[in-house]
């Protein structure tokens, strides 16, 4: 897998069906346990709702899933909340949603569209990104090669991480792995081979957010 989308930072939206509200909120999650307990300080917040109901799905190909009605009836509440998820392509992301009860049932499709809608209500309050697999890799060149390396970097959308100038300069770029090997030829055909290119063999996963790029390990 080399890129998913996922939630950077979670947030919250409310929507109001029939008197009964309905609050979507999204957490960032890796693991079983920590979704666990972002689960119980929400039942513990909101400990007077008639229901909170949530779906995760966890790992970069979405491995694992999970979802729960909290009893509201079969597959009205996890299962919406859950299809919303995996229709977006979201990975490592919980969403709990809260339900007060207004007094009026809303009978199966009712549910179904209110669980959906406050789902989407959460997402739409949260920060998407998509995390990408890539490596660091270091360009050395004369001063006279550095031109022609802001060039690439600028026609391929690169981050150039650092320029460190010294009797040479050195650039540290962030290459999507898909294009590690196009980088290396064009500054190779480009510097006529004097570029000194070293890859990092440790990948991560880096995501832009507000065009800055953010590095993650690889493993989250």
């Keep these: 897998m080399t890129s998913y989308d996922t939630v950077y930072t979670g947030g919250s ?4 069906e029939k008197k009964s509200r309905f609050i979507g909120q999204v957490f960032p999650v ?7 307990q972002f689960i119980e300080k929400v039942k513990k917040k909101y400990w007077d709702a008639r229901h909170n109901c949530y779906a995760f799905v966890l790992g970069s190909k979405g491995e694992i899933t999970r979802c729960s009605d909290d009893g509201e009836p079969s597959g009205t509440a996890g299962r919406p909340i859950l299809e919303v998820l995996t229709g977006k392509g979201l990975k490592n992301i919980l969403v709990v949603v809260t339900r007060y009860f207004g007094g009026t049932l ?7 569209r209110a669980y959906s809608q ?11 990104i998509t995390k ?9 060149t004369d001063y006279n090669g550095i031109g022609k390396l802001q060039y690439i970097a600028a026609g391929m959308e690169l981050s150039v991480l650092e320029t460190i100038y010294t009797d040479r300069v050195q650039m540290i770029l962030l290459v999507p792995e898909k294009l590690c090997g196009k980088v290396k030829k064009e500054v190779t055909e480009a510097t006529a081979g004097q570029a000194v290119i070293e890859q990092e063999e440790q990948a991560v996963y880096f995501a832009k957010v507000d065009k800055e790029v953010i590095v993650f390990d690889v493993n989250s």
């Design 13 to 16: 939206g409310e929507i109001v």
């Design 30 to 36: 890796e693991t079983e346990e920590e979704a666990a």
């Design 106 to 112: 809303l009978g199966t499709g009712g549910l179904v």
């Design 118 to 128: 406050a789902t989407q209500a959460g997402l739409a309050n949260s920060v998407i």
């Design 132 to 140: 990408e697999v890539g490596y660091r890799m270091t360009i050395g």
